[in-house]
């Protein structure tokens, strides 16, 4: 609850205290538990670099989907449908590293990766290593719905999206004026350091979501890592590791060093500790975060919804841009710790 | 205490449509891929290179739904995953969709102790066997006369018993050796007469492979897309860990009740830190084999 809210809720209760003494209150009905959150990436975004200009655009990229995924659950959508729309959003937005202005690979292309999950069922669709697809959480989206598998990669995944009547674009959409320096950058960097490169993987777009129907949903979609080799896959496509989803525990989507999040199967371990140890979602984030992640050397952070509509976002990296909105009133927007 | 388990899929291989001849092929591969792993422990190797080495043979036994003589797909080509985890410092490296990689196992390595990486796939995948020094294959070197059959009996939409399951035998091993370190691999071509890029739960880590010394490892085959869903390995793991299942609770619960109530089948080999080994299908068969240092030896597939 916001500070602003409380003098109105103070005098809502005491214009409430007559009636609810003369009368024992029934219980009032449940609000819907509707949430929503999304991550625009965790990783190095040094805040010296950090113009009020470019800040504002994140915000606003930010504000946009958080306020698209939402709308959809407020009229009684699914939770599905809020974080394809979210997701989508953030997709098409070319600061974040997805979609139209993704990283590019070691061959200066966008090789984009994708998973959703939904929570009922549980069923999941995911793409890995397309080059053509506009909007992967779509094509992800489409192999959970059309197809009997969960995961298709590169010229097969994209044939089935041709079979689906999706159109293809020409690489040359993704690509980016900020991504081809970055990867320019990267290359020199990579170069001078003997050709061992540390790519930087910041921007992935995720979703976590609680619909009225108490379904959870995750979404997620990158374009990896810049200079990153060609194949390479990290773990946003990857069922359990950067995106799981089930009704029985929570829904999380993560983002930052990969191949940790792989080896840790990082979404699903937090789900399997609010599951089996009954720990709360919060604390399961903190212990596979800061304790497992931070100890294997991995950064990152996640973002995470449960069935009662708790949203969790933490990091251990500078930083996150990330958003939140709820049923309570909770709207926030964010990139630092503290803010 | 040392202890290997290797398994050659879990399918629907009709009892009475196995004639013994066939039979003894099938036994014959597995004993070659089991001793092969377990010697590697015997004479103190790494549980790594024992789950390597037997997944290798089973690769290159035209028998199995991996490397030579793997799965085709609607294209008449092979298409190949493979993965393997080190539970000592939780490594892994995984490959998929592969055309050209005579033995996706060792690929897979490759990744894990030679690239930054855990997971590539397709050509990027086949460029960095080539950066590593590994000679590729024409893909016709994985296609054998059987697999072809199997592929236009599965077009015409009839079954052919005679050989292994058209959405399974995959290959895989989980081993413990004498330092306590558990490793798992699996490698396989997926199902008959699939649709090109489509990826099952063998080459993703937690899902059809996952090792994490103190707990346990496991390897999985079956229908891939529920074990994907289910995360299944990770999930036998975390059942271990978190709720303190026995091995063999932990992997009859997938098996019997989540994978069930999900609609999949499949089997599932694991072995724990005490080097206990736990084996288990939901299918009328799954080509199997264990070997442990307290004398045990069993080859079995019913």
Do not use: W
Request: hydrophobic share 40%; proline share 5%.
């Amino acid at each position: 609850m916001s500070r602003l809210n409380m003098p109105l809720v103070t005098a809502l209760l005491l214009l409430a205290g007559p009636a609810l003494a003369a009368k024992p209150p029934a219980p009032p009905p449940a609000a819907p538990p509707i949430a929503l959150a999304i991550h625009g990436g965790a990783g190095v975004i040094d805040p010296a670099k950090m113009t009020p200009d470019k800040a504002a655009g994140y915000r606003a990229g930010l504000a946009a989907a958080l306020d698209a995924g939402y709308a959809v659950l407020e009229r009684g959508g699914s939770s599905l449908d809020a974080v394809s729309v979210a997701v989508r959003m953030l997709e098409d937005d070319p600061q974040f590293n997805a979609g139209r202005g993704a990283v590019l690979n070691q061959d200066g292309d966008a090789e984009l990766d994708a998973a959703i999950m939904d929570g009922h069922g549980p069923r999941a669709g995911a793409v890995a290593a397309v080059r053509h697809v506009k909007n992967p959480v779509e094509l992800a989206r489409l192999v959970m719905e059309k197809s009997p598998h969960v995961l298709l990669v590169g010229e097969g995944a994209e044939e089935f999206a041709l079979e689906q009547g999706i159109v293809l674009v020409p690489r040359g959409y993704f690509r980016t004026r900020a991504r081809i320096t970055q990867l320019e950058e990267d290359k020199r960097a990579a170069e001078a350091r003997g050709g061992a490169a540390t790519p930087q993987g910041t921007g992935t777009v995720g979703a976590v979501a609680l619909d009225r129907s108490g379904n959870l949903a995750a979404a997620t979609s990158t374009g990896g890592l810049s200079n990153k080799h060609r194949g390479r896959v990290g773990d946003s496509p990857l069922i359990g590791a950067g995106t799981y989803a089930s009704n029985d525990s929570c829904a999380v989507s993560g983002t930052g060093d990969g191949e940790y999040f792989i080896r840790a199967v990082l979404a699903y371990d937090i789900c399997a500790l609010v599951q089996y140890k009954h720990e709360p979602l919060e604390q399961a984030v903190n212990e596979v975060l800061h304790g497992k992640l931070t100890a294997a050397g991995g950064e990152g952070g996640v973002i995470a919804v449960d069935p009662a509509g708790n949203i969790v976002m933490d990091f251990n990296s500078v930083g996150m841009f990330r958003a939140a909105r709820d049923a309570h009133g909770r709207r926030e927007i964010a990139m630092y710790r503290d803010r | 205490m040392h202890a290997i388990a290797i398994h050659g899929g879990a399918g629907a291989v009709p009892r009475a449509s196995l004639s013994a001849q066939r039979e003894q092929r099938f036994r014959a591969g597995l004993e070659a891929a089991l001793d092969g792993g377990y010697a590697v422990l015997e004479r103190g190797g790494s549980s790594l290179d024992a789950v390597a080495t037997a997944v290798r043979i089973l690769e290159d036994d035209p028998c199995y739904n991996a490397g030579h003589g793997a799965a085709l797909t609607r294209d008449g080509a092979v298409e190949l995953d493979a993965a393997i985890m080190d539970g000592k410092q939780m490594r892994a490296g995984a490959v998929a969709s592969l055309r050209h990689v005579k033995n996706p196992v060792d690929l897979a390595r490759h990744v894990m102790e030679k690239s930054r990486h855990v997971l590539l796939v397709g050509p990027g995948a086949e460029e960095f066997a080539l950066e590593e020094g590994l000679t590729l294959v024409p893909n016709r070197y994985f296609r054998t006369a059987e697999r072809l059959e199997q592929l236009q009996a599965e077009q015409r939409g009839e079954r052919v018993s005679e050989l292994v399951p058209a959405t399974q035998g995959t290959v895989g091993a989980v081993a413990r050796d004498d330092a306590g370190n558990l490793a798992a691999a699996t490698s396989t071509g997926g199902m008959t007469n699939k649709r090109p890029g489509r990826v099952g739960d063998s080459p993703i880590i937690g899902a059809g492979t996952y090792a994490k010394n103190g707990v346990c490892a496991v390897s999985a085959t079956g229908h891939g897309e529920y074990f994907i869903r289910a995360v299944a390995a990770h999930h036998v793991c975390a059942a271990v860990e978190y709720r303190g299942l026995a091995l063999e609770e932990a992997v009859r619960e997938m098996l019997h009740e989540v994978l069930p109530a999900l609609g999949g089948d499949g089997g599932l080999i694991a072995v724990d830190h005490a080097g206990r080994i736990a084996m288990d299908f939901s299918t009328e068969g799954m080509f199997r084999g264990a070997r442990d240092s307290n004398g045990r030896r069993d080859i079995s597939i019913y």
